[in-house]
């Protein structure tokens, strides 16, 4: 059985990555989509909302499951059973860092492929901090996220008081 693992930060899930995400799983046998903690990052939604959003928009397809996880992706990839870790290319500037992580993935854990899917052209310009910021100024997502991701953008940045407490997450 092929298990691979899509590993990212997701805050929040947007269309770009749900694309991956189907793209992916058409292609083995079991996806786990890997929601990572950084310890040092502040993300807008919390780790167990990051997860819920995923868990809401995966629901139906079989082969597809989330978890979260913390520490290297490489270990989390061995830790599931995977054979596989799949990443998403949007511009030159994603290749260049997928190519140095992928290196320093290579020389820590050689047993693990990577797989980049390029990005689907009608989501090459999306990424999750643009998504907060435009939501934050109040502009439509429509196509962007899926409808629940931009409710719960909606709510986090409805009050005056949100938008305070969260000014600093972008
Ligand atoms: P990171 O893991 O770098 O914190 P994200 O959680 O935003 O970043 O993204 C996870 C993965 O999805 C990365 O490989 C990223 O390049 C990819 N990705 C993000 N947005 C898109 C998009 N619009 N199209 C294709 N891939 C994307």
Redesign the pocket.
């Known amino acids: 059985m092929t298990l691979a693992v899509y ?5 929040p899930l ?1 269309c ?2 749900m ?2 995400i189907v793209r992916a799983s058409a292609l083995v046998d079991k996806l786990i989509v890997g929601v ?1 903690e950084h310890p040092a990052k502040q993300p807008l939604f919390s780790l167990e909302q990051r997860v819920k959003l995923v868990e809401e928009a995966i629901t139906g397809m079989s082969n597809v499951h989330v978890k979260a996880f913390t520490g290297l992706a490489v270990d989390f990839v061995h830790a599931v059973g995977g054979k596989a870790m799949i ?4 511009a030159n500037s ?1 290749f260049e860092r ?1 190519f140095e992580m992928a290196l320093m993935n290579r020389k820590l854990a050689p047993d693990i492929e990577l797989l980049c899917l390029m ?1 689907s052209s009608q ?2 310009f ?3 901090t643009l998504i907060k910021e435009v939501s934050k100024l109040g502009g439509c997502l429509e196509g962007m996220v899926p409808d629940h991701v931009a409710v719960a953008l909606k709510e986090k940045f409805s009050t005056s008081n949100g938008l305070a407490m969260n000014k600093n997450k972008l």
């Open positions: 590993p990212g930060t997701f805050d947007t770009g990555h694309d991956i990572y990443r998403g290319l949007r994603d997928e990005t989501y090459q999306l990424s999750s």
